[in-house]
């Protein structure tokens, strides 16, 4: 493949997989991934360097949502790519809701195993913020792609993530402003999509995927890409 091409590669959710991105349309190679064995990994640095095995070229843009969003801020760090889009994600653990700070400190992840934590994955309708049965049935049908085991790691390491600092270069947080999980309040100058929620990456995968091209069309100038997306969607995205 021609390093002239930008390349984008795409990362899931927790509970997701390659298919969270099936309409995402994106001016460059796209490159939509699973999530590959966790191995011994223990931290989400730890993972991103597996994940980095497949990133073969030197033209790129990752793009994470959620757990993805904070594995593409490590990523971010170990391959230095030209820029980083974060969805419904935080970039340090700084970031985090009161109720995931608690969840660490209360340590279940550590009590339970994998299929005791897997029987749990129904409480993913408190914060996902789902907009309609047939979203909802999507989302577990990924989750079960996944199994116990990588759940059992994911939640894991996300909870005892860390990390304190931005993504490496250029980055563009994007969020929606009913996310239970994240609030973009928290956030320094995000996109926010107006009645979306934490499952936005799926959802308003039309405007997403134009709010990311617009800003690689724009040099990865935030500020710029920013005025362009509030002029051409107003009614869409929500200031803070």
Same mark, same amino acid.
């Not at 793009?63 to 994600?89: F, N, Q, Y």
């Not at 195993?113 to 989302?139: H, T, V």
């Not at 999509?193 to 724009?218: C, M, N, P, W």
């Given at each position: ?36 064995? #966790? %191995?011994? =990994? ?5 993972? *991103?360097?597996?994940?980095?095995? #497949? ?10 949502? =959620? ?8 990523? =971010? ?5 030209? *820029? ?7 970039? =340090? ?29 129904? *409480? ?11 979203? %909802? ?6 989750? &079960? ?6 759940? @059992? ?26 996310? %239970? ?12 999509? %107006?009645?979306?929620? @934490?499952?936005?990456?799926?959802? &308003? ?7 990311? #091209? *617009? ?6 100038? &935030? ?14 995205? &929500?200031? #803070?």
């Amino acid at each position: 493949m021609s390093e002239e091409h930008l390349h984008f590669y795409l990362i899931p959710g927790m509970g997701a997989n390659a298919s969270l991105y099936s309409n995402y349309h994106l001016g460059g190679v796209i490159h939509a991934l699973d999530w590959p064995s #966790q %191995r011994q =990994s223990i931290t989400l640095a730890d993972y *991103a360097a597996i994940i980095a095995e #497949q990133i073969t070229t030197k033209n790129n843009v990752i793009v994470g949502s =959620s757990m993805g969003g904070m594995v593409a801020t490590e990523l =971010s760090h170990l391959i230095a790519p030209r *820029a980083t889009i974060l969805l419904s994600a935080p970039c =340090s653990n700084h970031q985090f809701p009161f109720a995931l700070r608690m969840l660490k400190h209360m340590r279940l992840h550590r009590l339970l195993g994998p299929n005791q934590i897997y029987s749990l994955a129904n *409480a993913a309708d408190l914060f996902m913020g789902f907009q309609s049965p047939e979203d %909802r049935k999507r989302f577990y049908d990924m989750l &079960k792609t996944n199994g116990p085991d990588f759940l @059992h790691f994911s939640i894991r390491a996300v909870l005892e993530w860390e990390h304190l600092r931005q993504p490496t270069g250029n980055f563009l947080h994007i969020l929606g402003d009913r996310d %239970r999980l994240f609030n973009p309040k928290k956030i320094h100058e995000p996109l926010v999509i %107006r009645g979306a929620g @934490h499952f936005a990456t799926f959802e &308003k995968s039309k405007i997403i995927s134009q709010l990311i #091209q *617009a800003y690689v069309d724009h040099d990865f100038d &935030k500020t710029v890409a920013m005025q362009f997306a509030y002029k051409h969607w107003p009614n869409e995205l &929500k200031k #803070q």
